[in-house]
């Protein structure tokens, strides 16, 4: 595939459509609506989301008051005032593609990546579209390599992603590119797959993620949060460049009516279009840190402030204090283990403030606990203060990395009017749309069911959704000495019926054989040492470990015992860990077998 010709600066991308303009019938030959009536339209589209309009005449900098005091503007800044006096051209997007560095030369860029942002949020989906994306099973059609991760491949739905993995850097504003090429240097190649799979705008799902804290997981992990870092970034770069260059478009001309310019839609219903849900702060500091030193802005004591502010922490020693913990947990736990963080950053041209009010704030940083108390209204005694709940900042977010429990809050229509022009806000707001628009990016080591059932079920941009699929190889070869493991297969109907019939199978089929048994050695008789149990020969696993390594080191410690035996209870809902542990293959024979009982020695 050669390189595009550019385009002339009429020319849509490969793949977008031009969105016409919208008209909404009116009056009984639901013709094309009046302007007045589609501006009242669009004003009570947004009035009625609040407790009070916006006072006429409102400026599009309006300064928001916060119920903390504090004082902040919402998705146009007086720093930002001062920015574009110049604005760009319309053929600024092909400068930057004609003017890509050497660097990049031979690497190939694709024409609809390249404007994916623009096609993404330009896009106005149906009702139509809306009923298909809440009906449709998720289906993976199509598969790619993934290239960098051993016995992988993605999978998606949707339009097959042809050549995945291309030179999205070209697209990328130019001192932000710059900023990243020479800060990653010779490391930037190998960021650029992830980068472009995140650009897609689908919803993605990376369980295999090597965790820092493991040997050789630091540089993995580095390099996947680097490309999602990278990835949010660009994504309020281009949301700010956008929304700076249409205010400055209508300071030099105050009179210009927006109302059939689509080009004015450029923004939300709140400023914040990105949240990091994260689970200790020694996680968090290491991302913010990163996303200090990728932006392109003076670092200059920034790094120093948010230690000060946020805690300083050991959570990057090399040798942590050795304790009679694996090395892995001394070393996830040798930082901050607090769980409870919420606050925001903000980007202006010239700045990036940590510690920012919300609804000023383009990025929100916080742990679950943290935004879920927030949500509920809870102060920091566990109280429940008797003001409103808040959490309308949540109603604009685009781009979301991790967990689970704020989904429901997510997208929702603000409950009062945070100072937006209504006149600005994208049309698939209004439509209560937001959530199809939204890119989802779950990261963890391993996979859940849990995690399957918010992916398949909750995650529903249009775009079509992709997730990492590993062949594994399994952990039995690390036991370190020869004994049998017995897996005994119980039925379980449903997901929420497993816990209960796995406490039944064990109260009537296992339970009663060791009471009738010789054996009273069994893993009851608790004398730890180093983690090791003594005495006890016979290990009974009633639920298979998340997490692979657990495996070996629980089996190992029977290795000063005679007579060594290991049974494990599993259902056919307990693949994901089965094929951790005894590997792909094996696990498929053991949920889809007519035999109950298998042996590993």
């Not at 922490?313 to 009679?324: A, K, R």
């Not at 391993?446 to 995690?451: F, G, I, K, N, S």
Request: glycine content about 6%.
């Amino acid at each position: 595939m050669g390189k595009p010709k550019p385009a002339s600066a009429t020319a849509a991308p490969r793949g977008h459509k031009r969105r016409p303009k919208r008209t909404r019938p009116s009056g009984k030959g639901g013709g094309p609506e009046p302007r007045e009536e589609k501006r009242k339209r669009r004003e009570l589209d947004g009035v009625g989301l609040a407790e009070e309009s916006p006072p006429p005449g409102s400026s599009l900098g309006k300064i928001l008051s916060t119920e903390s005091g504090a004082i902040g503007l919402e998705q146009s800044d007086e720093d930002d005032m001062e920015d574009e006096h110049t604005v760009p051209g319309d053929d600024e997007t092909n400068d930057m593609i004609n003017n890509k560095d050497d660097a990049f030369d031979e690497m190939e860029a694709s024409w609809l990546v390249l404007f994916s942002f623009h096609r993404h949020v330009s896009r106005i989906i149906t009702n139509e579209e809306v009923n298909a994306l809440l009906k449709q099973k998720c289906k993976f059609k199509w598969e790619v390599p993934a290239e960098d991760i051993p016995k992988s491949k993605w999978v998606g739905t949707g339009e097959k992603m042809e050549g995945a993995y291309v030179d999205l850097i070209g697209g990328v504003k130019g001192k932000l590119r710059d900023h990243w090429q020479n800060t990653l240097s010779d490391q930037l190649n190998s960021r650029l797959n992830f980068f472009s799979l995140c650009s897609s705008y689908r919803d993605i799902m990376h369980c295999n993620k090597k965790p820092f804290y493991l040997k050789g997981g630091s540089t993995v992990d580095s390099s996947t949060m680097d490309s999602y870092l990278m990835h949010a970034l660009n994504h309020i770069n281009r949301t700010r460049e956008i929304v700076v260059k249409n205010d400055a478009k209508l300071r030099s001309d105050p009179s210009k009516d927006i109302l059939d310019d689509n080009s004015f839609l450029d923004q939300g219903f709140t400023r914040p279009k990105v949240l990091f849900l994260l689970p200790l702060k020694s996680i968090a500091r290491r991302v913010v840190k990163r996303l200090i030193q990728l932006s392109p802005l003076s670092q200059k004591d920034i790094i120093a402030k948010f230690e000060g502010k946020f805690g300083e922490s050991d959570d990057e020693v090399e040798e942590p204090v050795q304790s009679n913990k694996p090395a892995d947990f001394d070393l996830l736990f040798a930082g901050d283990t607090d769980d409870e963080f919420l606050f925001g950053i903000k980007y202006t041209k010239k700045s990036m403030n940590l510690f920012s009010n919300f609804y000023s704030s383009d990025i929100i940083v916080a742990s679950p606990l943290a935004l879920i108390k927030k949500i509920n209204g809870v102060d920091d005694n566990g109280k429940e203060p008797a003001k409103e709940r808040d959490f309308d900042f949540l109603s604009s977010i685009e781009s979301w990395s991790h967990l689970y429990a704020v989904f429901e809050q997510l997208n929702q229509l603000p409950s009062k009017e945070h100072g937006t022009n209504v006149m600005r806000i994208r049309p698939w707001y209004l439509d209560q749309h937001a959530r199809y628009y939204r890119q989802t990016i779950l990261l963890s080591s391993y996979l859940t069911p849990e995690m399957n059932a918010l992916f398949n079920g909750l995650c529903l941009n249009y775009e079509g959704k992709v997730k990492l699929v590993t062949e594994f190889k399994g952990v039995l070869s690390k036991i370190q000495f020869e004994a049998p493991q017995v897996y005994e297969r119980f039925d379980a109907s449903s997901i929420t019926e497993v816990d209960d019939a796995r406490f039944d199978h064990f109260c009537k089929k296992v339970y009663p054989k060791i009471q009738e048994s010789d054996e009273d050695n069994i893993a009851t008789r608790y004398i730890t040492c180093k983690t090791l149990i003594r005495g006890a020969h016979h290990l009974i696993i009633y639920s298979l470990p998340g997490r692979k390594e657990f495996y070996p080191e629980l089996v190992n410690m029977l290795s000063e015992s005679e007579n060594r035996k290991c049974t494990v209870f599993f259902s056919r809902l307990d693949l994901l860990k089965l094929e951790r542990i005894v590997g792909t293959f094996a696990a498929q024979r053991l949920v889809s077998s007519d035999k109950s009982i298998f042996v590993f020695r």
